[in-house]
């Protein structure tokens, strides 16, 4: 078994696209679950109104890249609010509901036949991102070092979406320890309470949800442009329930958790695959037990059992503080 | 205070409206004492019936109704709150106290009625604003905020907070000021409930008691004219209930109304100057503490009509009596 070439792809993962993308969809989700206790099970509609926005404005009307940009931003801003206004009024478990079904309709109506025209359908939509890539001021082959060495289109996005990961951190940060930040905890513990103290705790529920689902189009920006293409099948429940996973392994209500549980996330998926398919190749896994075509589910299978165990042992996360959370059984 | 009910009270509106005038002058800014004073010199002339008019009420309900399917859980005519006094709320369990309550603060939506609160109705006002008319409410089940910190938890009471406002929130100097005079006062009432040790610990590992007192210490960060409290004293440690009760008189002091709902007897008799008796759904009764525990009708509402003997006693009395009675017919 190769284990440079392993360690050197695990180490790469957990700087790269895939973990980028989710950790800004968890820093979002994070401000929404984490901070304000909503129950958003649609994450992914957020990120696929952001992905899409750009993709439908650059690919089918041919606008510039920025307008793209403002639309999906737009878009998830009229999004939240449809979700919100209905259903915030009402006990946390409808907005979960809502959310899932509400995210599976903005999936089902990009992959629809009827709206081919704009979303490509089931085929997504592609060759909108050189508008993005046209702004990079790299022009070498290739930049980094040991394994974190890139190609310059994938260090450019990395770039963008780490400053971006950077910035929503330090907003995160900004204005949880703000009396904003004060109220929308306290709604987390007990709306009733808030509302008791004279806080409009509709008006803080839904700027959470506006504010998670804008930065959950952020992630989609860069989902989309990394892989220079929008498939609707990449916005399904998969994706929002990966996100929780990050969110919870790192730690809820934690600025740096959703970022270090998406590296974490990644880096193991990247790590047991390559485990599993060395041990293949070296025969120490019988073809009889499993095909290396078998490896993506298993390793999923393997983190589903880290996951369990996590929440067993340190049901907190990584940041989190266990004192915290034996609180809550009171 | 006797209580002088065949006399017809000539105008009492405006007689003891002067009379209160005249002794909270008397009472402004003293130590305690003076506020209980003129909160029973106030209510002297109230007549001693459900719905009575108060010289200077500054909570009155009219008609206010709620139904639960067919159960009428509320149904009170005509209630007012006098300023400044503490009044009690009582009655049996299921009489409607809590919703009651709940109604009033805008934490529920009646079916009819309307109440006013310092004069500007309350009907339809959500519960938030309720409470930043200066209005605020305790819960039964206390509403400690576990995961914030003791001193996040009265912070979170301040009103009128510039941080609140998500635009300024990103910028500390807007609001740093305003958060540590917050903070200095949050600290102030912290040491006035025996608190300040805790500041900067979880609300979660308070003790029930302690919980309580935070809630009412993170009411008064809002610098309230009425507190609504519903049952401060359930749960609480023995130990606790002497600092709770004078801290509710503290707050008549202070010049704030106070109505509670409470069902420990010796509290009510103890710190009230008023009580009102709902009994399903409805005001039974009105006034003074010793008059309305004496008063029949309270006793039956609390103990149904049997409540001089016990369900086995009668029993035993009614078929002796039966007995009695067949043995004499029998032996004539």
């Not at chain 1, 952001?50 to 510039?64: D, H, N, S």
């Not at chain 1, 409808?94 to 629809?112: K, M």
């Not at chain 2, 003129?38 to 108060?54: E, F, N, Q, S």
């Not at chain 2, 917050?182 to 040491?191: G, K, P, S, Y």
Request: glycine share 10%; no cysteine.
């Amino acid at each position: 078994m190769d284990w440079g070439s392993i360690f050197s792809n695990a180490a790469a993962a957990a700087v790269g696209l895939d973990t980028v993308i989710y950790a800004l969809a968890a820093l979002g989700l994070n401000i929404q679950f984490g901070y304000a206790g909503l129950l958003n099970f649609g994450q992914a509609a957020f990120v696929a109104l952001g992905a899409y926005g750009v993709a439908t404005m650059v690919a089918i009307a041919g606008l510039p890249f920025g307008v793209g940009v403002l639309v999906g931003l737009a878009a998830a801003v009229v999004f939240a609010l449809l979700l919100g206004l209905p259903t915030l009024r009402l006990r946390a478990d409808y907005l979960a509901i809502a959310t899932i079904a509400a995210a599976e309709v903005v999936r089902l109506l990009a992959r629809s036949n009827t709206l081919t025209d704009y979303t490509g359908g089931s085929n997504g939509l592609q060759g909108f991102a050189e508008g993005f890539y046209d702004l990079s001021p790299l022009s070498g082959g290739s930049y980094g070092f040991g394994p974190w060495t890139f190609s310059a289109r994938a260090t450019w996005v990395l770039l963008v979406g780490w400053v971006l990961v950077a910035l929503v951190a330090l907003f995160t940060w900004a204005v949880m320890r703000s009396p904003w930040g004060r109220v929308l905890k306290g709604i987390r513990e007990d709306e009733d309470a808030v509302r008791s103290l004279g806080k409009n705790v509709y008006a803080y529920k839904l700027q959470a949800l506006v504010l998670g689902g804008v930065i959950g189009a952020l992630a989609g920006f860069i989902f989309a442009l990394g892989r220079a293409s929008v498939q609707p099948d990449n916005y399904g429940t998969a994706f929002t329930f990966f996100t929780y996973t990050v969110l919870l392994l790192g730690g809820a209500a934690r600025v740096f958790g959703p970022i270090v549980g998406a590296a974490i996330f990644w880096a193991v998926l990247s790590l047991t695959d390559g485990v599993l398919r060395g041990a293949i190749s070296a025969g120490a896994i019988p073809s009889a037990l499993m095909s290396t075509s078998q490896v993506g589910q298993v390793r999923f299978m393997l983190v589903g059992l880290a996951l369990m165990l996590l929440m067993i042992f340190r049901p907190q996360g990584i940041f989190g503080d266990r004192k915290e959370l034996a609180l809550d059984a009171r | 205070m006797p209580a002088d009910e065949n006399a017809p009270a000539p105008g009492p509106e405006a007689a003891a409206q002067s009379d209160a005038h005249g002794a909270t002058a008397i009472g402004t800014d003293d130590a305690a004492g003076p506020r209980k004073l003129a909160a029973t010199l106030a209510l002297a002339d109230v007549p001693r019936v459900p719905g009575a008019p108060k010289p200077d009420p500054v909570l009155v309900a009219d008609g206010v109704v709620r139904r639960f399917g067919g159960l009428t859980a509320v149904d009170v005519e005509h209630v007012e709150i006098q300023r400044g006094v503490i009044t009690a709320l009582i009655g049996p369990n299921g009489a409607g106290k809590t919703t009651f309550f709940n109604l009033l603060t805008g934490f529920d939506r009646p079916d009819e009625g309307s109440w006013t609160f310092e004069g500007s109705s309350l009907a339809r006002v959500p519960a938030h604003r309720v409470a930043r008319r200066g209005m605020v409410r305790t819960f039964q089940l206390t509403k400690a905020l576990s995961r914030l910190s003791v001193l996040q938890n009265m912070l979170l009471g301040a009103t009128g907070q510039r941080g609140e406002s998500l635009l300024r929130a990103v910028l500390p100097t807007l609001w740093r000021r305003q958060e540590e005079a917050n903070t200095q006062r949050a600290h102030e009432l912290l040491r006035r409930f025996k608190l300040d040790a805790k500041a900067s610990d979880f609300a979660g590992s308070l003790s029930g008691g302690q919980r309580k007192l935070l809630e009412m210490a993170r009411a008064l960060m809002m610098e309230p004219r009425m507190v609504m409290l519903d049952e401060p004293m359930a749960g609480v440690n023995p130990a606790l209930t002497q600092s709770l009760l004078s801290h509710v008189k503290d707050l008549r002091e202070q010049g704030m109304t106070v109505l509670f709902v409470e069902h420990d007897m010796d509290m009510v008799r103890d710190i009230s100057d008023w009580v009102i008796v709902m009994a399903q759904g409805r005001v039974v009764a009105e006034g003074p503490p010793e008059a309305v525990m004496a008063d029949p009708a309270v006793i039956d509402a609390y103990l149904g009509g049997h409540h001089d003997a016990s369900l086995a006693d009668l029993d035993e009395t009614a078929v002796e009596a039966e007995v009695d009675a067949e043995i004499e017919k029998e032996h004539r």
